[in-house]
């Protein structure tokens, strides 16, 4: 399927119903008939090829003609690199095809574990051993792309022992519980909730990783490279939708326009140097916080730009609202700008010495 064609369906599925709460399996689909699901992935794997860069500019592309899509892109994509960073053989040939095809919906689930790795909460979800398989009890308090009973989430668990666990659970599982969707500002649509594990019993099979503490920093970088794209294409957009304004009452904001492509060049070129990296030192992977964090705020910043360009108009119900209420999601994301500037706190006399 041509990007523009691509594009131009999503947008058109977004705008006829903004919050296409039954069309975001669908709006998933699209994008894997259009192959972008696999960019970055082993063609050996069931992927495209390319690099991690192109499924970071995929997701840039969807997110700037619609946030809440882009961010289904993102969970689908980042629950797809879990897998193909497996060992296990048989979540490649069984799941992973079906999340590649966006059959069913992958959640990421990682929140309470990104924030576990930077040693801010406990894990949540707990593993008892037993013949041929493992059973988890706990919950998650947030977790999106949970497609009602089309899902396989992502979720780090722990047992007695203190081993800890990368697994992936089905959604048809004994003793999984979803909450109805969140009533939240905005990316209404992007099935967000919470989940209950009650006794849920799993073969080993789902298990995506035995060495959970050496699984979580090997992922790291790509969830947070491909979260990079979701301020990226907002901010594009921002720009696209100001430009027309500034030869009437807006050009008084010329300069600021001019200083924003100015550091959007800067930190897409951060961004380049940081997706060609296999192995991240303490140093590049601060660099990569670094970037989330200034992708954000300018995201945040351009997004107010283009209400002041617009004026009154931008005020009425459209792209603008619109992504208003959608960006304001970017800074609390996990790990979210205050968890980054923690990190980025804790970490800088290691990355000194």
Avoid at 112 to 125: T, V, Y
Avoid at 212 to 231: D, E, N
Avoid at 334 to 353: C, G, I, M, N, Y
């Amino acid at each position: 399927m041509p990007t523009t064609t691509l594009l131009n369906e999503i947008q058109a599925l977004s705008a006829a119903d903004p919050e296409h709460r039954s069309q975001s399996l669908d709006i998933l689909q699209l994008i894997a008939q259009a192959g972008w699901l696999g960019f970055g992935i082993d063609r050996q794997q069931g992927g495209n090829g390319g690099s991690i860069l192109d499924a970071v500019e995929a997701i840039a592309a969807v997110s700037e003609v619609c946030l809440t899509s882009g961010f289904a892109f993102w969970c689908q994509r980042t629950f797809i690199q879990y897998l193909v960073a497996s060992e296990n053989d048989w979540l490649k040939s069984e799941v992973l095809p079906i999340v590649l095809r966006a059959e069913k919906a992958g959640a990421t689930g990682m929140s309470n574990a990104m924030k576990h790795l930077s040693g801010l909460e406990p894990l949540r979800l707990n593993a008892e051993r037993q013949t041929g398989g493992i059973q988890l009890q706990g919950s998650l308090p947030w977790a999106s792309n949970l497609v009602p009973k089309q899902f396989f989430v992502a979720v780090a668990t722990e047992t007695r022992d203190g081993e800890v666990l990368i697994v992936a659970i089905p959604s048809h599982a004994l003793g999984v519980e979803r909450s109805p969707d969140f009533d939240l500002l905005g990316m209404v649509a992007a099935s967000t909730g919470a989940l209950n594990f009650d006794r849920v019993w799993l073969p080993d099979r789902w298990i995506i990783a035995e060495a959970g503490r050496a699984f979580l920093p090997k992922v790291r970088p790509s969830f947070l490279l491909f979260q990079c794209g979701l301020p990226l294409g907002t901010i594009r957009a921002a720009l696209k939708a100001i430009a027309p304004t500034l030869s009437g009452p807006s050009a008084v904001l010329n300069s600021r326009y001019s200083q924003v492509q100015i550091r959007l060049e800067g930190l897409t070129a951060d961004l380049h140097a940081l997706a060609q990296l296999s192995e991240f030192s303490l140093p590049q992977l601060r660099q990569l916080f670094e970037l989330r964090i200034a992708l954000t705020r300018l995201a945040t910043e351009v997004t107010w730009l283009e209400l002041e360009a617009r004026g009154g108009k931008g005020y009425h119900a459209g792209s603008t609202t619109k992504r208003l209420r959608e960006v304001a999601f970017l800074p609390v994301l996990t790990p979210s700008l205050v968890q980054l500037e923690r990190e980025l706190q804790r970490t800088a006399t290691e990355a000194v010495a």
